[in-house]
């Protein structure tokens, strides 16, 4: 159990003495709740701060204490958009525009509840099913695990050397290497309960001709060609989804392989973060692609309120709801796509729709927004209004954010 520290004239409505420890577990009981260490970083002091914050499933309520100063910052309250799912280590949330990282369990009850059985793992999507990963986040959604992390990449051959480094002595290995730089790949990090043996059960046997007769259902019978064309990747040990992981999202500063952007006749799209948490991710990348447009650069991105300010700065004064616009976008992970319109019968901004949901239903019916969007906010997407703001938003993601 948590011990909370308070000054005098603090509230003290969560301080328990040792005569109410019955009462308190009796409470504890009837209303569960979960504890976890984060951090956010306040750009007004330059200071990262600590905080205890408090999830009730019961009614989804937060609660926040400083840690620093031992005291209430957030009295209890009901808040929908922090959901048990986004409560794993690592992962960001967003509590009334303050991004926290959530770095640590609180306590041994969360620790044990939420922590026994989470691990992360590596889901490579290799060339040749690129243009079905929008299906395969869907099977992967559909599967309870949850993408993390999501960039689409161009592998050097000295990073395909590293990352093939168990097969150098199989006959195929060269074989392997021309493959995996032959065209981009989509690398992305997934978490969930045993995430490593239901990321490989989903993807069936290695050799796709097998998986077809012995795992029909699976990624590689339903995308992949042969043993060397199957469609994705997964490791097949903690030891080396954690050695992967590291390849392709490296924990110490670096940017791991570069990233697919072409910065030529392009438009930026951004899935919002509600989009995302709605698990509506898979189904927008196939709605994209059936509609003729060709996504040349993906990256899952977290925004702070300065990224989110800088990206918006061209409504600040001329949209009323600015504001919330910096909220939504900085609520959770967002997915920034190049957009190459070349190949398509119209705009891409004339696919996403009007801004308002409601008014695109009634006009628009087949728009990106009518399909996916929920208010002026919460519309599902972000395109990019002027065409020649097109280039300066793509680099703003691909060049700034990712360096």
């Given amino acids: 159990m948590l011990r909370f520290r308070f000054s005098s004239s603090a509230s003290v409505s969560h ?3 040792l005569p109410d420890l019955r009462g308190l577990r009796e409470e504890q009981s009837q209303d569960e709740r979960f504890v976890f260490l984060s951090e956010w970083y306040d750009p007004n002091a330059s200071l990262l701060r600590r905080f205890e914050l408090l999830f009730y499933p019961k009614d989804g309520s937060v609660e926040m204490f400083d840690v620093k100063n031992h005291r209430t910052f957030l009295k209890r309250t009901k808040y929908d958009s922090v959901h048990l799912d986004d409560l794993f280590i690592g992962n960001k949330v967003t509590i009334f525009s303050r991004q926290l990282m959530l770095v640590d369990y609180g306590d041994q009850y969360t620790a044990h509840r939420l922590g ?24 992967i959604g559909r599967a309870g695990l949850t993408v993390t992390k999501l960039k689409m990449m161009l592998m050097s051959r000295k ?20 493959f995996i730089t032959s065209g ?24 796709s001709c097998v998986a077809r007769t012995d795992a029909p259902e699976s990624i590689r019978a339903k995308f992949g060609t042969d043993n060397i064309k199957n469609a994705a990747h997964g490791p097949d040990s903690f030891s080396t989804a954690a050695r992967e992981l590291e390849l392709f999202f490296p924990s110490g500063g670096g940017c791991g392989p570069v990233n697919t952007a072409n910065f030529t006749n ?59 616009m910096l ?11 190049e957009i190459q ?40 997407v972000h395109c990019t209004d002027l065409p020649e703001d097109g280039l300066l938003e793509v680099q703003y993601f691909f060049k700034i954010l990712d360096n």
């Fill in 327 to 337: 909220t939504e976008m900085c609520a959770g992970p967002c997915v920034a796509l």
């Fill in 266 to 324: 392009s438009t930026c799209c951004v899935i919002k973060p509600h989009a995302i948490s709605e698990g509506l991710l898979g189904k927008i990348l196939i709605a994209i692609r059936e509609a003729g447009f060709e996504i040349s650069a993906m990256q899952m991105f977290n925004l702070d309120q300065v990224n989110a300010g800088e990206f918006y700065e061209v409504y600040k004064g001329v949209i009323a709801e600015y504001n919330e």
């Fill in 15 to 17: 301080f328990k003495t």
């Fill in 116 to 139: 026994s059985r989470k691990e992360k793992t590596l889901a490579l999507i290799k060339p040749d099913a690129l243009g079905k990963i929008g299906e395969i986040i869907e099977i």
């Fill in 184 to 207: 981009p790949i989509v690398a992305m990090e997934i978490l969930g309960n045993d995430a490593i043996k239901e990321w490989k059960a989903l993807l069936g046997p290695a050799n």
């Fill in 159 to 178: 990073e395909a050397t590293d990352f093939h480094v168990d097969h150098q002595a199989r006959p195929f290995y060269n074989e392997l290497l021309q």
């Fill in 341 to 380: 319109e070349g190949g398509a019968s119209k705009t891409f901004r004339e696919f996403c729709g009007p801004a308002d949901p409601e008014i695109a239903r009634h006009l628009r019916p087949g728009t990106l927004r009518a399909t996916f969007g929920k208010t002026k906010i919460q519309n599902a």
